[in-house]
């Protein structure tokens, strides 16, 4: 398996093969996550000291913060695989 890697701002790179969801970080819920991430010692930050725009979770069970929207971060991971949301038939050929 090839990981697929993303750049998500700031010189920090994503393995998108090891990303389960993207979410705005702006619900209780997902404060919540954050939270137990951080308590746990499982939350990585990757604004560097900018504003939260993405939490992603991970396979691991760790929690990312990211400078990016998620539709940025998805969008770079659609690029990076030569496909589109638009034109499916550029995907991986199926």
Same mark, same amino acid.
């Given at each position: 398996?090839?990981?697929?890697?993303?750049?998500?701002?700031?010189?920090?790179?994503?393995?998108?093969?090891?990303?389960?969801? %993207?979410?705005?970080? +702006?619900?209780?819920? $997902? /404060?919540? @996550?954050?939270?137990?991430?951080?308590?746990?010692?499982? #939350? %990585?930050?990757?604004? +560097?000291?900018?504003? $939260? /725009?993405? @939490?992603?979770?991970?396979?691991?069970?760790?929690?990312? #913060?990211?400078?990016?929207?998620?539709?940025?971060?998805?969008?770079?991971?659609?690029?990076?695989?030569?496909?589109?949301?638009?034109?499916?038939?550029?995907?991986?050929?199926?």
């Amino acid at each position: 398996m090839v990981a697929e890697l993303v750049h998500i701002g700031f010189g920090n790179i994503l393995a998108m093969n090891k990303v389960i969801a %993207i979410s705005s970080p +702006n619900s209780a819920p $997902t /404060k919540r @996550v954050v939270q137990e991430g951080r308590s746990r010692g499982f #939350l %990585i930050d990757m604004t +560097n000291g900018r504003r $939260t /725009k993405a @939490v992603i979770y991970t396979d691991s069970g760790h929690i990312i #913060l990211a400078a990016l929207a998620p539709e940025t971060i998805s969008s770079r991971s659609m690029v990076t695989r030569g496909s589109s949301l638009l034109r499916p038939e550029l995907g991986d050929g199926d």
